[in-house]
């Protein structure tokens, strides 16, 4: 079992890449931290795959980033694209090198970034609790305490402040009832991956796409060894079916047609929401990542956005562990929650809305308004400083 329990410490709950690199941040500034996971080991499926540039300019201050890069595959540009006529508008990441150390997005499936974290934040002395499930929270003046469930049920961890990491369904913004307001979308995502060459076939494909149909539309998305297709179902269908051989193949088909069957890497059903806590703070709970807020996939901004939490948040708390005042913490909730409702809540939803778009008319000047934002490198520019989040990033800094 651990040793003695320190009044000092911090508490994270949840392992995921946020976690991590929060718990990575605080240890590497000083603060001692406790690391809990209800899983029982890293999880390795598909979730965010795509970094943008100031994520990685971040995660340097770790020196990983060569490590990532290593096991990633740079996209110089990515596009919006008619699933008819092909390439409508071409962003070419070059146009952000004097806004960031790193002018592209990196495909890079965030289970290899939480691998390099915990082999990162074990070096450095710590350990994850995995297994262990949070059943509750409560806190005073001084300190928060979690309440362990399962194997460990009773079992209370305190710690000056407790830091949610814990995902979509947090158990610890539930216990604190922070409110989580926004939508479902009326559809599922369907996700498959394969190893099937795409870039073969469909002439002047990126490593990342975002497909407009007024049908069908999709999601293209390269990773190492594999590109992965995301696609929209209905809500109401057998979802039994949609996962099925039959589906999958008929479903990769549409995108290109071929006699023989894809080989299937990896197939899944999701609910996609769009959503942000009301606060990030309830007293020394702090909410980051997906316990905080959650968006559609169509742009890359979930999981980066979660990370730019982490890092707002762990330079706070180092000057509050400093002796500044936990009025800091309200800072990082006006920052944060902030972008995240102008920024982040209104590019993915506008991302949606072009790819979806089923008027004619309304599709068309969307599209046609894209192709020219690409083609004027100023126009262009501007683009990729709000769809990269460096304008959010310097938005947050704004914010007293």
Same mark, same amino acid.
């Given at each position: 079992?651990?040793?003695?329990? +320190?009044? &000092? !410490? ?18 590497? =500034? ?7 996971? *209800? ?9 965010? @795959? ?41 962003? &070419? ?7 960031? !150390?790193?002018?592209?997005? /990196?495909?890079?499936?965030?289970? +290899?970034?939480? %691998? ?5 934040? &074990?070096?450095?002395?710590? %350990? ?9 929270? =409560?806190?005073?003046?001084?300190? *928060? ?12 961890? %305190? ?28 559809? /599922? ?62 479903? /990769? ?9 894809? &080989? ?51 330079? +706070? ?38 790819? @979806? !778009? ?6 068309? *000047? ?14 262009? %520019? !501007?683009?990729?400083?709000?769809? @990269? ?12």
């Amino acid at each position: 079992m651990p040793g003695k329990q +320190k009044l &000092e !410490e911090v508490v994270i709950v949840g392992a995921g890449p946020v976690g991590l690199t929060t718990a990575v941040s605080l240890t590497l =500034s000083g603060i001692p931290v406790r690391l809990f996971e *209800a899983q029982n080991e890293l999880p390795t499926d598909l979730r965010a @795959s795509s970094f943008h540039p100031p994520t990685l300019d971040l995660l340097s201050r770790f020196h990983i980033v060569d490590d990532l890069i290593a096991q990633g595959l740079p996209a110089p540009s990515w596009q919006f694209r008619d699933r008819e006529t092909g390439p409508v508008a071409t962003f &070419e990441m070059s146009l952000l090198k004097g806004d960031t !150390e790193h002018p592209f997005r /990196l495909q890079c499936e965030q289970w +290899k970034l939480a %691998r390099i974290l915990k082999a990162l934040f &074990e070096k450095l002395g710590g %350990r994850i609790e995995f297994g262990a499930r949070v059943a509750d929270v =409560s806190q005073d003046d001084t300190s *928060a305490t979690i309440e362990l469930g399962g194997e460990r049920k009773g079992e209370k961890i %305190r710690g000056r402040y407790i830091i949610a990491a814990d995902g979509a369904y947090s158990v610890l913004r539930n216990a604190v009832r922070i409110p989580f307001e926004g939508f479902t979308y009326p559809e /599922l995502f369907l996700i498959v991956s394969t190893s099937h060459r795409f870039e073969d076939d469909l002439p002047d494909l990126s490593n990342i796409n975002y497909i407009s149909d007024p049908n069908e539309w999709l999601i293209m998305m390269h990773v190492p060894q594999f590109w992965r297709v995301n696609i929209p179902v209905s809500a109401d269908g057998d979802q039994q079916y949609y996962l099925s051989d039959e589906n999958v193949q008929a479903m /990769l088909r549409r995108v290109f047609h071929r006699e023989a069957a894809y &080989e299937i890497g990896h197939r899944s059903l999701y609910a996609v929401h769009q959503k942000v806590a009301q606060v990030f703070r309830s007293g020394r709970v702090i909410l980051v990542g997906d316990s905080a807020h959650l968006n559609n996939p169509i742009g890359g901004m979930g999981m980066n956005g979660g990370i730019h939490d982490s890092f707002n948040l762990t330079e +706070k708390l180092v000057r509050i562990f400093g002796g500044e005042g936990d009025e800091l913490l309200d800072q990082y909730d006006r920052q944060r929650r902030t972008v995240t409702n102008e920024a982040v809540q209104q590019q993915t939803i506008r991302n949606h809305k072009i790819l @979806s !778009e089923r008027d004619p008319a309304v599709r068309k *000047a969307s599209l046609d308004e894209l192709r020219r934002t690409a083609e004027d490198p100023v126009l262009a %520019r !501007e683009y990729l400083l709000k769809t @990269s989040m460096i304008a959010s990033l310097r938005r947050a800094a704004s914010i007293q």
